[in-house]
């Protein structure tokens, strides 16, 4: 084993979108940061913008036999970790109509979105408790309202606001965990309207960084008194009353 001083933290998902940008913030933080994907090309890229300060590790969070491996390099390599931050998840919120539906594909999303946050946070256990460490799950908005078709993202989303709570009573004290429901975040190229702006109360649509700051915040000291808890950060659509 080898012990290292400087916090740990894993990054499910952590290769690109929210996830990287939560890799980079908690990387400038201090913290020794491994991100957790299945895109390789997309992790490199990480580790080499990092200067080979960040460290990868392909995994597919749904596969138990990975998650087992994959603490126990991290147990191997560190000997320690004192954040997880339960990232990783298929993003595609719509599908087709309910009736349409395949099993498969639900079955896909939720091993993925939600059984993927149980078994790392269930793997993480001893190194978490060890450190005192602090669980951050990554939830959606759409846990709360929905548009049509988009039942399996909303269902697995919904599913980890309420693994949240149910963790958060069973590990503490001695693990934290809340979790954190995103509204639209940019994570693409993609230009944006002016009006994609303007209809959030807040001015204007999110970015990574703003979810990696609030992660940062919610596996500090500073935050010893929240647990159980689902922060929505959305710009304030969820609190805007919308009629055609």
Known sequence: MSDTLQPVALVTGGARGIGRGIALRLRKDGFKVVIVDIDKAASEALVAESGGEITAIMTDVSDETAVMALFTQINKDFGRLDALINNAGIARAHGVALELLELADWNRLLATNLTGVF?????????????????VNLASTRAFQSEADTEAYSATKGGVVALTHAMAISLGPQIRVNCISPGWIHVTDDPLR???????????????????????YLISDQAGFIAGQNLIADGGMTRKMMYD
């Open 119 to 135: 078994l790392c946070s269930k793997y993480a256990i001893p190194l978490l408790r060890r450190q005192g460490g602090s669980i």
């Open 194 to 216: 002016p009006q994609d702006h303007t209809q959030h109360p807040a001015g204007r649509v999110g970015t990574p960084e703003d979810i990696a700051g609030l992660v940062a």
